[in-house]
T-cell receptor, first 111, second 113 residues
Framework: ETGVTQSPTHLIKTRGQQVTLRCSSQ?????VSWYQQALGQGPQFIFQ???????GRGNFPPRFSGLQFPNYSSELNVNALELDDSALYLC??????????FGEGSRLTVL | DQQVKQNSPSLSVQEGRISILNCDYT??????FLWYKKYPAEGPTFLIS?????DKNEDGRFTVFLNKSAKHLSLHIVPSQPGDSAVYFC????????????FGQGTELSVKP
């Protein structure tokens, strides 16, 4: 059984650019959530996708958007990058259970 | 507005002894609580969870206790091992929002040989 995989693992962007992060969910999981973890903080919920529809959103501006595909994989897109967007972005998948299973994350640095 | 708080940023314990990590929450509507462990450069790994209808859940060396009246949960690790050294996060969720976890800030546990 394959776990949650994310790509890229590290990337550097400059302010104002756009970024796309990708996630493949664990086999059999139909729900994907995205989290942002700033240094020294706990992960913060960005949004969740269930059956290709956004199903819950945290306190993030509209320039954070996402997609879920029929195979349950997902993308996180961030437009007009700001310095404060520098963080570890975590993808998590789940089935009908309450436990989320996380990938290793994508470390984004905005210069 | 920090709904889930871990007030101890770090904890140091001797190998073989008990580690107790604490977590407080403010929202009585949370109905499910989880503990995750995170090593550097890795994603959080699920450890153990507890429903609000229970007050204790055990899995091997890990036990989670929930005190709803105090809005407090704790994770006990017995016996502690050097490989347990990591950052531990508690998290909470609401009944109809299972994918939305509210995390605490984390406690860094160091288990010394």
């Amino acid at each position: 059984e394959t776990g949650v995989t994310q790509s890229p693992t590290h990337l550097i962007k400059t302010r104002g650019q756009q970024v796309t992060l990708r996630c493949s969910s664990q086999s059999g999981h139909n729900t994907v959530s995205w989290y942002q973890q700033a240094l020294g903080q706990g992960p913060q919920f960005i949004f969740q996708y269930y059956r290709e529809e956004e199903n819950g959103r945290g306190n993030f501006p509209p320039r954070f958007s996402g997609l879920q595909f029929p195979n349950y994989s997902s993308e996180l897109n961030v437009n007009a990058l700001e310095l404060d967007d520098s963080a570890l972005y975590l993808c998590a998948s789940s089935s009908n259970r309450r436990e989320l299973f996380f990938g290793e994350g994508s470390r984004l640095t905005v210069l | 507005d920090q709904q889930v708080k871990q007030n101890s940023p770090s904890l140091s314990v001797q190998e073989g002894r008990i580690s107790i990590l604490n977590c407080d929450y403010t929202n009585s509507m949370f109905d499910y609580f989880l503990w995750y462990k995170k090593y550097p450069a890795e994603g959080p790994t699920f450890l153990i969870s507890i429903s609000s209808i229970k007050d204790k859940n055990e899995d091997g060396r890990f036990t989670v206790f929930l005190n709803k009246s105090a809005k407090h949960l704790s994770l006990h690790i017995v016996p502690s091992q050097p490989g347990d050294s990591a950052v531990y996060f508690c998290a909470a969720s609401f009944y109809n929002q299972g994918g939305k976890l509210i995390f605490g800030q984390g406690t860094e546990l160091s288990v010394k040989p």
